[in-house]
């Protein structure tokens, strides 16, 4: 109890939380909120109440008004669009977003989904060859999630008389694609605002472009709600973990409640098979849907989810639904497999570890679900991680970071070592030669600790500042809906409250407990996962938790769920 640091997110803030909490006549928790997030006063009014027309115009990308006017000029002249997605959530359902917006207005579309393991990771020259085999010629290819470094796919592309569209996220190498146009704001310095976009989002904003301009030059576009496939990038948003921010923040919040609405038979039948039973949340995306999406590209075939996304008739969505289900469960069969065996090697010093990094392999562990386990590990370790499976003389892997460190810049200094790196900040995958991963691991471990500091790697709660009580009225209740959509980077709020007594409790579920805190002013039910009741009885304490509505038939109870705790007395 207690063994976590507590760190307050903000110092001296008492001055800004007055102020907004004047300004906006808010309850003063909200206005720590804002103030612990770093979210100004001339910010607030459009945090409460983004609006679609807050979404930037999209032709401040470079090149992107050349890739829409290529498309229209594809649809009139009835050549095919082959679009090369990727085969997470994130590819697939940019993948579907991009397709359905093309096929509204007249477009032959094909889209190619590259196999896992056939194929691996990428737009490649080989999986070019495979998607022309598939589907035959094209004039227009556009990438999404994918290609920022594919230039010898690209080249390869052009010299068949293919135009290319590049579609990403991902960090750029040293050298681009010579594509007709590359929508990747990680590529252009004046676009540092969308550079949290995800594939999807990337996708939407070619879509956006697309439609501006076919309604400019009176095209097409008329009949298109760009609005609706808003669904298609919430999914993809959340399940890529990018920052749920600025525009990403606009688009989740929307595409949730196009969620809610279940217009597609593929999104009714996920959200049934997921057993999502209440209003639907981000969290939802993360701990449900995305698992099964993804379950399709780890141990199965990805088309299955792009089928599902894209079904019309709710019978084939069901069908697609159940066999994302089964993927589902061999993919948690081989990670808790895999798991295991890598805490076993971790606890007999086995593994290449040190304060710092950690490095687990194993022979011929599935490689579709070793990412899935070094983020168990990053979690459960607190440190990088990299999780390699060795096959042969060669091992592929996934490597997860923590909130402080750029593992790509991490990578980039060990790019001697490696046959192959890429990824986000807190998500890369590597390939390497077996008898370099002993060395590797020292380069990169002496690479994290010139980055990070022990400090970086404490195992802290931040909390966004003190509260009482007595201020978690219903009106504080209708703002911190307004906060939402939570997730990466916008985490609920997390409070702490000092000297509540324990009023009551009992366990419930068997390892958790619920009851009531006290102190002078006003008291609230509580609920504490994973947490006995004897830690509770007859206790005072000092929490940090997060306020919420618990909803049990019918009805709505304030309630705080407990984080962490502290004995006072």
Same mark, same amino acid.
């Given at each position: 109890?207690?063994?976590?640091?507590?760190?307050?997110?903000?110092?001296?803030?008492?001055?800004?939380?007055?102020?907004?909490?004047?300004?906006? !006549? =808010?309850?003063?928790?909200?206005?720590?909120?804002?103030?612990?997030?770093?979210?100004?006063?001339?910010?607030?009014?459009?945090?409460?109440?983004?609006?679609?027309?807050?979404?930037?115009?999209?032709?401040?990308?470079?090149?992107?008004?050349?890739?829409?006017?290529?498309?229209?000029?594809?649809?009139?002249?009835?050549?095919?669009?082959?679009?090369?997605?990727?085969?997470?959530?994130?590819?697939?359902?940019?993948?579907?977003?991009?397709?359905?917006?093309?096929?509204?207005?007249?477009?032959?579309?094909?889209?190619?989904?590259?196999?896992?393991?056939?194929?691996?990771?990428? %737009?490649?020259?080989?999986?070019?060859?495979?998607?022309?085999?598939?589907?035959?010629?094209?004039?227009?290819?556009?990438?999404?999630?994918?290609?920022?470094?594919?230039?010898?796919?690209?080249?390869?592309?052009?010299?068949?008389?293919?135009?290319?569209?590049?579609?990403?996220?991902?960090?750029?190498?040293?050298?681009?694609?010579?594509?007709?146009?590359?929508?990747?704001?990680?590529?252009?310095?004046?676009?540092?605002? =969308?550079?949290?976009?995800? +594939?999807?989002?990337?996708?939407?904003?070619?879509?956006?472009?697309?439609?501006?301009?076919?309604?400019?030059?009176?095209?097409? +576009?008329?009949?298109?709600?760009?609005?609706?496939?808003?669904?298609?990038?919430?999914?993809?948003?959340?399940?890529?973990?990018?920052?749920?921010?600025?525009?990403?923040?606009?688009?989740?919040? %929307?595409?949730?409640?196009?969620?809610?609405?279940?217009?597609?038979?593929?999104?009714?039948?996920?959200?049934?098979?997921?057993?999502?039973?209440?209003?639907?949340?981000?969290?939802?995306?993360?701990?449900?849907?995305?698992?099964?999406?993804?379950?399709?590209?780890?141990?199965?075939?990805?088309?299955?989810?792009?089928?599902?996304?894209?079904?019309?008739?709710?019978?084939?969505?069901?069908?697609?639904?159940?066999?994302?289900?089964?993927?589902?469960?061999?993919?948690?069969?081989?990670?808790?497999?895999?798991?295991?065996?890598?805490?076993?090697?971790?606890?007999?010093?086995?593994?290449?570890?040190?304060?710092? /990094?950690?490095?687990?392999?194993?022979?011929?562990?599935?490689?579709?679900?070793?990412?899935?386990?070094?983020?168990?590990?990053?979690?459960?370790?607190?440190?990088?991680?990299?999780?390699?499976?060795?096959?042969?003389?060669?091992?592929?892997?996934?490597?997860?970071?923590?909130?402080?460190?750029?593992?790509?810049?991490?990578?980039?200094? *060990?790019?001697?070592?490696?046959?192959?790196?890429?990824?986000?900040?807190?998500?890369?995958?590597?390939?390497?030669?077996?008898?370099?991963?002993?060395?590797?691991?020292?380069?990169?471990?002496?690479?994290?600790?010139?980055?990070?500091?022990?400090?970086?790697?404490?195992?802290?709660?931040?909390?966004?500042?003190?509260?009482?009580?007595?201020?978690?009225?219903?009106?504080?209740?209708?703002?911190?809906?307004?906060? !939402?959509?939570?997730?990466? /980077?916008?985490?609920?709020?997390?409070?702490?409250?000092?000297?509540?007594?324990?009023?009551?409790? /009992?366990?419930?579920?068997?390892?958790?407990?619920?009851?009531?805190?006290? *102190?002078?002013?006003?008291?609230?039910? %509580?609920?504490?996962?994973?947490?006995?009741?004897?830690?509770?009885?007859?206790?005072?304490?000092?929490?940090?938790?997060?306020?919420?509505?618990?909803?049990?038939?019918?009805?709505?109870?304030?309630?705080?769920?407990?984080?962490?705790?502290?004995?006072?007395?």
């Amino acid at each position: 109890m207690g063994v976590k640091n507590w760190k307050l997110a903000g110092n001296n803030l008492e001055h800004q939380i007055e102020s907004v909490q004047r300004k906006f !006549s =808010l309850p003063r928790p909200i206005a720590v909120y804002f103030a612990a997030r770093g979210i100004g006063e001339d910010q607030v009014q459009d945090f409460l109440s983004p609006r679609l027309s807050q979404l930037s115009d999209p032709y401040r990308f470079p090149g992107i008004r050349e890739a829409a006017q290529r498309l229209w000029d594809a649809i009139a002249r009835r050549e095919p669009i082959l679009i090369h997605g990727d085969y997470d959530t994130d590819g697939i359902t940019a993948s579907a977003l991009l397709a359905l917006v093309l096929r509204q207005n007249g477009a032959i579309v094909h889209s190619f989904i590259p196999h896992r393991f056939d194929d691996g990771y990428g %737009f490649t020259p080989e999986s070019l060859q495979k998607a022309l085999d598939t589907y035959g010629s094209c004039r227009v290819l556009v990438t999404v999630d994918c290609g920022i470094t594919s230039c010898d796919a690209v080249n390869d592309a052009i010299a068949r008389g293919i135009d290319v569209i590049v579609t990403d996220h991902h960090e750029a190498g040293a050298e681009l694609p010579k594509a007709l146009a590359v929508i990747n704001p990680k590529v252009y310095p004046e676009l540092e605002d =969308l550079q949290v976009l995800s +594939g999807a989002g990337a996708a939407f904003k070619l879509s956006h472009a697309f439609i501006k301009y076919g309604r400019e030059h009176n095209l097409g +576009g008329f009949q298109t709600r760009l609005e609706e496939v808003l669904d298609y990038v919430a999914l993809g948003t959340v399940a890529d973990i990018v920052p749920l921010l600025g525009e990403n923040r606009i688009m989740v919040k %929307f595409g949730i409640e196009t969620l809610r609405k279940q217009l597609r038979p593929g999104v009714r039948a996920l959200i049934e098979s997921s057993k999502i039973r209440s209003e639907l949340t981000p969290a939802d995306i993360t701990f449900r849907m995305a698992p099964r999406i993804n379950a399709a590209g780890r141990v199965g075939d990805a088309n299955v989810a792009l089928q599902l996304l894209e079904s019309e008739h709710i019978v084939e969505a069901y069908h697609f639904a159940s066999q994302l289900e089964s993927y589902n469960r061999i993919r948690q069969d081989k990670e808790q497999e895999i798991y295991q065996e890598a805490c076993e090697q971790i606890e007999r010093h086995l593994a290449w570890q040190s304060d710092y /990094s950690l490095l687990v392999a194993g022979r011929d562990w599935h490689q579709g679900v070793i990412g899935i386990v070094a983020s168990r590990l990053a979690r459960d370790y607190n440190r990088p991680t990299i999780v390699l499976t060795i096959q042969g003389d060669v091992a592929y892997g996934s490597g997860r970071s923590v909130p402080s460190l750029n593992l790509v810049e991490v990578l980039s200094h *060990t790019a001697g070592l490696l046959e192959r790196y890429g990824g986000h900040p807190m998500a890369v995958g590597i390939g390497l030669r077996t008898d370099r991963i002993a060395d590797f691991f020292e380069a990169m471990d002496r690479e994290v600790r010139k980055q990070i500091t022990s400090a970086d790697l404490e195992d802290c709660i931040t909390y966004d500042g003190e509260a009482f009580l007595h201020e978690l009225t219903p009106e504080f209740f209708r703002y911190l809906a307004l906060l !939402s959509p939570f997730g990466h /980077s916008n985490v609920k709020p997390i409070y702490r409250f000092n000297e509540v007594q324990v009023a009551r409790c /009992s366990t419930v579920g068997g390892s958790h407990t619920r009851g009531i805190l006290r *102190t002078r002013t006003g008291q609230i039910d %509580f609920i504490a996962f994973n947490r006995p009741s004897h830690l509770f009885h007859g206790k005072t304490l000092d929490v940090l938790a997060t306020p919420q509505l618990n909803h049990h038939q019918g009805l709505e109870t304030p309630q705080l769920n407990i984080i962490d705790m502290r004995e006072v007395y």
